[in-house]
């Protein structure tokens, strides 16, 4: 289903260009970028208010009628982001693709390339976040800051590499993970099985798991186990002609692999840390030749070293704050790179910015807690999904703002809590 928009000197109509362009009839005089969003989550459907308010078309993949993006969604096809034929086709009409995933697979992102259309990020960049062994070889290579690994093809090499850096170690799955699946801390040889077995019977990571199919073996990568204090997320976004802006370093809080809330700025961290932290992003951005965001996954170490974790491509949970807290949100910067428009201000508004996600838990219906969380706190912003709530499932989140931590977090938290039924 193509949109309906037309004119202006922009205007492809498909008689003019062999039927390549998008099919278009009279409704104003100007054409507008045409974002291809692949992927109908909760990201997708957070870049529709930027782009509204920028004028841009957005065309949605999405998997399924009634997933979050394509709720919201006036334009939109469904089907199989791993299927060929089906991205080659939506493609078609489309200034850019973009992502609200990382899991279309790389090769279809390459075909996609080489018709000449507009992929960003590109494949060359995007595998970083695709895959965790090429992105710690590469990151590597660039003397960029990680934990020790080493690929490991079965058990005993996984034990031999506990054996030489210490117990206990991570394993994790190259590809297809997320949310902490695909994340195992390993205590001692005998768990050593584990990740393999998980990957043998298909619960773990590529090939058979949701969110796989990014194409490419998957590996098993074993990492020391780093004591961390707490874990950074820097936010970065880079445009294709190579302009670039930062967010303020947040802290994050990971439950049981789920992000569950963000602190911004990164309470305690010296300026001279920040901006290092947030140089060494822009620096991976450069390299890596990413266009949109780029959230750099951090570990701040117990012995003061700040570590790279992992990286994404798109739109993050850990930059959700800046959508109320900072003068222009990550989806809007992420939007404006991909149209290759001059990027916003990243600062934020205020001292502090919390957000907490809101978890599937015991309330059914979230809007039923709406009335409570919106009159106790004016100043509290919601973003719900539009997702049935199922067990700690993601389904919305809360921020709140202002001079003091304290009362900013305690705001933040109860609201979340609320929402999620822990509360009465
Ligand atoms: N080398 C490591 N040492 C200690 N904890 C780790 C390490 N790698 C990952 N973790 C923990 O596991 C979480 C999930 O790992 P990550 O690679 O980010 O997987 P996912 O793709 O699921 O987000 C991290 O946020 C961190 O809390
Ligand atoms: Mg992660």
């Known amino acids: 289903m193509a949109g309906t928009y037309v004119g ?7 008689e003019q260009d062999g039927g390549r362009g998008v099919a278009l009839s009279s409704v104003s005089d100007a054409r507008p970028f045409v974002v291809g969003i692949i992927g109908g989550g909760q990201l997708a459907r957070m870049m529709y208010g930027p782009a509204i308010r920028l004028g841009l078309h957005v065309k949605l993949l999405a998997e399924a009628p009634g997933v979050s993006a394509a709720q919201v969604a006036h334009d939109v096809e469904y089907g199989d982001y791993t299927d060929p034929a089906t991205v080659l086709a939506f493609a078609e009409g489309c200034d850019a693709i973009t992502f609200d995933h990382e899991h279309v697979p790389t090769t279809l992102l390459q075909q996609l390339e080489e018709r000449g259309i507009a992929v960003r990020p590109g494949s060359a960049a995007l595998v970083h976040a695709q895959d965790k062994v090429v992105m710690r070889e590469r990151l590597s290579a660039l003397g960029m800051p990680c934990p020790a690994f080493q690929v490991v093809a079965s058990a005993e090499e996984l034990a031999a590499f506990g054996e030489r850096i210490g117990w206990p170690v991570i394993a994790k799955t ?73 967010y303020p370093v947040s802290e994050t809080y990971q439950d049981r692999g789920i992000c569950a809330e963000t602190l911004t700025p990164a309470p305690g961290l010296t300026d001279e840390r920040a901006v290092a932290t947030q140089q060494m992003a822009l620096r991976i951005a450069e390299e890596l030749g990413v266009v949109g965001v780029l959230a750099v ?9 700040i570590l790279v974790n992992e990286l994404a491509m798109r739109p993050h949970n850990t930059g959700h704050w800046s959508i109320d807290g900072a003068h222009t949100s990550q989806f809007e910067n992420h939007l404006r ?60 989140h809360v921020t709140a703002y202002g001079p003091d931590l304290e009362d900013v977090r305690a705001r933040a938290q109860h609201a979340a809590q609320y929402l999620m039924g822990d509360l009465d």
């Open 174 to 246: 190259s590809r297809g993970g997320y949310d902490g699946k695909g994340v195992w801390k390993i205590d001692g040889p005998q768990q050593a099985g584990e990740p393999f077995e998980a990957l043998a019977s298909g619960e773990a990571g590529g090939g058979t798991t949701a969110g796989s199919g990014t194409s490419g073996e998957v590996q098993i990568l074993a990492e020391e186990f780093v004591d961390f204090t707490r874990e950074l997320s820097a936010l970065v976004v880079r445009s294709p002609s190579g302009q670039g802006v930062t």
């Open 337 to 396: 790179a991909i149209a290759d428009l001059p990027l916003g201000d990243p600062a934020s508004r205020a001292s502090w910015t919390v957000m907490v996600n809101v978890l599937g838990g015991s309330r059914e219906d979230l809007a039923d807690g709406l009335l409570h969380v919106l009159s106790r706190d004016p100043q509290l912003k919601v973003e719900l999904y539009g997702k049935a709530v199922k067990a700690r499932r993601k389904v919305g």
């Open 8 to 14: 202006g000197p922009r205007d492809v109509r498909p």
């Open 297 to 305: 996954e951090l570990m701040e170490a117990r012995d003061g070293r």
